[in-house]
């Protein structure tokens, strides 16, 4: 949570400098690339907060009314879903990655790969924090009990 606090405040003070600097007819160009840094790496990292608090989008309104073996059932059916989809964004990001190293941003020739390294990043920490839910889910059941009292824990 607090790398989202970071990106979020960098991208918002970074926009707000790109247009004091425009309105004063001496615009910094690389202030761009910055703000385009701190989006992507803000949404990716919030993607894996998310995961982590189990804030995504997730059938939950389906899993809360079930009880037992059916819940448990479903529920580690969700999570090896998103699972599966960490996994694909850790190998194709890394794909991804490795290919932006021949693509630049301009003015400041950075490879494109600083942007698509936050891809793998992000499905790296999805799935460990994904695995962790299932272990802990498994353990000590997927109430939502448990997972209220797992954040105030963080």
């Known amino acids: 949570m607090i790398l989202c606090g970071l990106t979020l405040t960098g991208f918002s003070t970074t926009v707000f400098l790109d247009v004091v600097t425009r309105?004063?007819?001496?615009?910094?160009?690389?202030?761009?690339?910055?703000?385009?840094?701190?989006?992507?790496?803000?949404?990716?990292?919030?993607?894996?907060?998310?995961t982590r608090r189990n804030d995504h989008l997730c059938l939950s309104a389906i899993t809360e009314a079930m009880t037992g073996r059916t819940r448990l059932i479903v529920e580690t059916f969700n999570r090896l879903?998103?699972?599966?989809?960490?996994?694909?964004?850790?190998?194709f990001g890394y794909l991804n990655f490795?290919?932006?190293?021949?693509?630049?941003?301009?003015?400041?020739?950075?490879?494109?790969?600083?942007?698509y390294a936050a891809i793998?990043?992000?499905?790296?920490?999805?799935?460990?924090?994904?695995?962790?839910?299932?272990?802990?889910g498994w353990r000590?059941?997927?109430?939502?009990?448990?997972?209220v009292e797992e954040q105030f824990v963080l």
């Open 120 to 136: 793998p990043l992000s499905g790296a920490l999805i799935a460990l924090f994904t695995v962790e839910q299932l272990f802990n």
């Open 140 to 147: 000590h059941g997927f109430t939502a009990e448990h997972q």
């Open 81 to 91: 879903v998103v699972l599966a989809a960490a996994l694909c964004m850790v190998w």
């Open 23 to 50: 309105s004063l007819g001496h615009p910094w160009l690389w202030l761009q690339e910055v703000t385009m840094t701190f989006f992507v790496y803000g949404i990716f990292a919030g993607a894996a907060a998310a």
């Open 98 to 115: 490795l290919a932006g190293f021949g693509n630049f941003r301009m003015p400041s020739m950075t490879p494109l790969a600083s942007l």
